[in-house]
Every structure is written in C-alpha cells, then in structure tokens.
C-alpha cells in the first residue's frame, strides 16, 4: 500500500472516531399550552430544583442547563408547536453517557402539573 493511502485511510479512521455522538434518547409528552409558556415553565422548574441555565432561548424553544450538585450532568428542554398545543421533550447527558429517559418523568410530571394549574 502507498503511504498516501495509508495517510487517507488513517485520516478517514480518525474522522469516524471524532464524529459527534448521536442525540441521546429523549421522554417527550404533549400539552395543550403555548410553547412559550411551556418553555418559561420549563425553565421555572429547572431553576427550582438545582439547575444552572447555560443556554435558553424562546424563538429556538430550547432550554440547556446543568445540575449544580452534579457535575457532568446536562439537560436539554426542547419544545416545538404542534396542532394541538405544544411538543415538550427532555433529553440529557451524564459524564457523556446518554441519561435514560424514564429519569425525566418527575421534571415532566412538575412541569405539565404546573401548566394544567394555569389553565
């Protein structure tokens, strides 16, 4: 083999490897409320148990936020109009693992109990 197409093939390796992850996995539920309520809500909630904002913006319907007491563990808030209200989602990171989604359902059942209280 020429080392030419040892250096390509070595670079093409490399690149696979540095790729970025895919998403994790997310829990998503839908509610009948505007999505930028859901997404102040959201917010409000993450706020209250611990959570550090890095990131929110209510035109791209995202929150990114990280849990003070654990370093390495990374949220993600997303919401997104549908018909019928608005698409609430919740994914997220620990040390670089995807964290399973069934470890969201208290932020989402806090979050969609508020929303019904306003209603």
Request: glycine content about 8%; proline content about 7%.
């Amino acid at each position: 083999m020429k080392p030419n197409v040892r250096v390509m093939l070595l670079m093409v390796w490399l690149a696979g490897c540095a790729s970025t992850p895919a998403a994790p996995p997310e829990r998503q539920v839908e509610v009948d409320a505007g999505s930028e309520h859901v997404l102040r809500t959201g917010l409000d909630v993450l706020v209250e148990r611990g959570f550090v904002i890095r990131f929110a913006d209510a035109q791209l319907g995202r929150i990114d936020a990280v849990f003070a007491s654990r370093p390495g563990y990374e949220v993600r808030l997303a919401t997104s109009a549908i018909p019928a209200g608005t698409r609430l989602a919740l994914s997220g990171r620990q040390g670089g693992q995807a964290i399973e989604p069934y470890r969201f359902d208290p932020l989402l059942v806090e979050i969609t109990s508020r929303l019904e209280r306003d209603q």
